[in-house]
């Protein structure tokens, strides 16, 4: 862990013993009162708060209001790939939960037509949904799917469910190939609301279409993922 350059030797050495402390933690445990981890390290409170303050910038720390500071959540890495989050998160050893929050048929605009290649005024189910990871929110997803592909699902449907995985059972259709796009974000006021987090949070933002046997597109899914919790691996070869 870097420390800013303008530090002082106390200031370091602060930074190191809370280091430490943190690295003998449990992810989601609390920290000591701030009084009382003054008091143990030696240190005003002021000067105990800059360092967490630094802390809590790097994700090392979360701040929860009215709760106190609590060490983070381990991030779990990302490859990007056509997996459905249900798949992504078991093979990461966690547990994937869902949870729909509002669902709706309405027709296409012209730019949800166009994404989907549907005809603009085709029924469309829209499904969004808090994504969990070993119960705690991982990401909302608003998933756009052509009303006539899936007939009869409802939101419900999806309550702790992979799409992919009903859309092969229910409907015979198997993702094939798909395009993400992955870009940095702030969480809306929505979005942190349902995460859990303050709004303006860091977060990574990923927009998905999928395709299935037949070259029908079967899906277009925007997600916003909490920056405290996940993190992207790309693989890298020469050429």
């Known amino acids: 862990m870097s420390a800013p350059a303008a530090e002082t030797d106390k200031q370091r050495m602060l930074r190191a013993r809370l280091a430490d402390l943190i690295a003998a933690m449990s992810p989601g445990e609390p920290l000591p009162a701030e009084r009382d ?5 030696g240190v005003a409170r002021m000067t105990l708060r800059r360092a967490v303050d630094s802390m809590v910038a790097e994700s090392l720390l979360v701040r929860r209001q009215g709760a106190g500071t ?6 779990v890495a990302h490859r990007l790939a ?4 249900s798949a992504d998160m078991r093979a990461r050893g966690m547990r994937p939960g869902s949870r729909t929050l509002r669902t709706g048929r309405a ?3 012209v ?6 290649e549907v005809p603009a005024g085709a029924p469309v189910l829209h499904v969004r949904r808090l994504r969990l990871a070993d119960d705690e929110p991982m990401a909302v997803e608003d998933l756009h799917v052509p009303g006539d592909l899936v007939p009869g699902l409802r939101g419900e449907d999806l309550e702790d469910s992979s799409y992919y995985e009903l859309l092969a059972q229910r409907y015979g259709h198997r993702i094939t190939s798909g395009t993400q796009t992955a870009e940095a974000a702030l969480t809306s006021t929505d979005d ?3 995460l859990g987090v ?7 933002c990923f927009e998905r279409t999928c395709r299935v046997d037949g070259g029908r597109v079967a899906e277009f899914v925007r997600s916003v993922y909490r920056g405290d919790r996940y993190r992207i691996m ?3 070869f020469p050429t």
Do not use: E, H, Q
């Open 107 to 109: 027709p296409a605009g």
């Open 192 to 194: 942190a609301a349902a």
């Open 37 to 41: 981890l003054a008091r143990d390290l």
């Open 82 to 85: 056509a997996n459905s989050f």
């Open 198 to 204: 303050t709004a303006g949070s860091p977060a990574f």
């Open 234 to 236: 790309v693989d890298i």
């Open 111 to 116: 730019m949800l037509a166009a994404l989907l």
């Open 70 to 75: 609590f060490v983070a959540p381990a991030k």
